[in-house]
């Protein structure tokens, strides 16, 4: 606590990620861009996604030097990016929010019992508390307090502990709040402190949001991958700056932000071209070996100014199959585009179709964060479906509190190859908590087991869990109901 009291407001400000770049400037007729990828503490794997964040306008670093990377976040500053997520505004900025840091004080001192000292030097910490609580305003907010961190309830007032540090199912508990709070998601997860875990719900969510990746509920644990690449980190493990970093880059990635708002916000008045892929159309969804597969598309320039000419490349499955120079775009104006290539090239299976505009990143743009964030997928040849054809317990009858596995037999009854995939069996005694199991790829007429161990054993009794295959819909089918959601029934000695 002692070196907070001790820095002055700029300092404080750059601790909790707002860079001077974020603030206006009243001689200055364009705002400043943020620098972001020139800090000289981010290991060569980690830049480009902190610099895609910064992009955002979500986390800008401590300096024009240093990102902070390994430095430990607090739980103020997670709130400072909540706040952001929601009103896609740096509020943090004096030149939006006008009044006076007494307004948010004095509220909070009725609030909370651990309000930090009313300041010079925690004027960011105090609209950080006020924005993220549910405090009551009994005046017109332009920006109200939106409850998505509340702090610890106890005896009297409720303890906010804006410097202590967070962990994992914290943090996304205020992400989640954030993301719901835009309207980006349609349905707020159950998060009840009388539940356990209290969090399930919300973290299985984020799992199928693909705001994160793997979740293992039974290790208590989330797998970090590139380019954090921390393995599975426990719940608990409480998160430095590129941390934090890694899971908004997540959500970028997966559309749980409000893309459009927060370039509205961070590219504004910024006089450049902003390039990406609008609606995308095959002309045949499921052509033969011997058809011509024909692609249609435009491709928006979202920014004010014209783009000049550059190349578009041609993905399928990652891989490029041609590039082509295309003409240059007026600012808000659209060019459409036809693409088309032999099946035969690609063969039979499902593929997945990318037009990007300026694959290398040539044209100076907005942002380069939205260039190859739109795809289509398409089957060449028969189309698969997958049915669950079979799911037994091994033993048949488990004994209570013994191990036992649960086998799911899959196969592809179509014409033609499927994906890999996943299962989702529900492996708990209250069929509410489920893993996810990949479904390798599979040709026509192929099966496939997935075996699941539930290592402690149910209690004696009878259940009915439930088993869920392609839960994303993934894969292409000719038929996407048949047998995909099963309940297996079976009894614990």
């Given at each position: ?44 794997e980690s830049m480009d996604m902190l610099e895609e964040v910064c992009e955002y306008g979500l986390m800008q670093g401590l300096n024009y030097q240093e990102f ?309 997928s398409f089957v060449v040849g028969g189309l698969a479906d997958l049915e669950i054809m079979q799911v037994d317990t091994f033993p048949e009858s488990p004994e ?94």
């Amino acid at each position: 606590m002692k070196k907070f009291i001790s820095l002055s407001l700029a300092a404080l400000l750059l601790l909790s990620g707002l860079s001077p770049l974020s603030f206006a400037d009243e001689d200055v007729d364009e705002p400043l861009m943020f620098d972001c990828g020139r800090w000289e503490d981010v290991p060569d794997e980690s830049m480009d996604m902190l610099e895609e964040v910064c992009e955002y306008g979500l986390m800008q670093g401590l300096n024009y030097q240093e990102f902070g990377f390994g430095e430990a976040l607090n739980r103020a500053e997670v709130a400072v990016i909540g706040n952001r997520l929601i009103y896609a505004s740096d509020i943090y900025d004096f030149s939006v929010i006008e009044l006076e840091d007494n307004h948010y004080f004095e509220g909070l001192e009725d609030l909370y019992n651990d309000v930090p000292n009313n300041e010079e030097a925690y004027e960011w910490v105090h609209k950080a508390m006020f924005l993220a609580s549910d405090i009551e305003v009994n005046v017109e907010e332009e920006y109200p307090p939106n409850g998505i961190m509340t702090g610890d309830d106890g005896d009297g007032l409720t303890s906010f502990r804006p410097f202590d540090g967070v962990n994992i199912v914290e943090a996304l508990k205020v992400l989640y709040g954030a993301s719901y709070e835009s309207e980006i998601l349609n349905n707020m997860a159950v998060m009840s402190y009388d539940e356990d875990p209290w969090y399930f719900e919300m973290v299985e969510q984020f799992e199928i949001e693909e705001g994160i990746t793997t979740v293992d509920f039974d290790e208590q644990s989330v797998y970090l991958g590139d380019p954090v690449d921390l393995s599975y980190a426990p719940f608990s493990l409480e998160l430095n700056r590129e941390d934090l970093a890694y899971f908004l880059f997540m959500m970028i990635e997966s559309g749980m932000i409000d893309n459009d708002k927060i370039d509205d916000h961070v590219f504004g008045g910024y006089i450049k071209p902003d390039l990406y892929v609008g609606e995308i159309s095959i002309y045949d969804e499921n052509p033969t070996l011997e058809d011509e597969v024909v692609f249609t598309g435009v491709i928006v320039n979202g920014g004010p100014e014209e783009s000049g000419q550059f190349y578009m490349d041609f993905l399928f499955d990652d891989e490029s199959y041609g590039s082509r120079l295309m003409g240059s775009i007026g600012p808000y104006e659209e060019l459409e585009f036809e693409y088309s290539m032999d099946a035969s090239v690609l063969g039979e299976g499902q593929f997945e179709f990318t037009p990007v505009p300026d694959f290398d990143d040539e044209l100076d743009e907005q942002s380069d964060h939205n260039n190859d964030d739109n795809s289509l997928s398409f089957v060449v040849g028969g189309l698969a479906d997958l049915e669950i054809m079979q799911v037994d317990t091994f033993p048949e009858s488990p004994e209570a509190g013994e191990a036992f596995e649960i086998h799911v037999i899959v196969a592809n009854l179509g014409l033609g190859a499927a994906l890999e995939t996943n299962v989702l069996v529900y492996n708990n005694e209250e069929n509410n908590r489920g893993r996810y199991f990949t479904l390798p790829a599979l040709f026509a007429s192929e099966e496939t087991t997935v075996v699941v161990e539930i290592e402690d054993g149910f209690s004696a009794g009878t259940y009915a869990n439930d088993v869920i295959l392609d839960p994303s819909n993934k894969v292409i089918e000719r038929d996407e109901e048949t047998d995909h959601e099963v309940v297996m029934e079976f009894t614990v000695q």
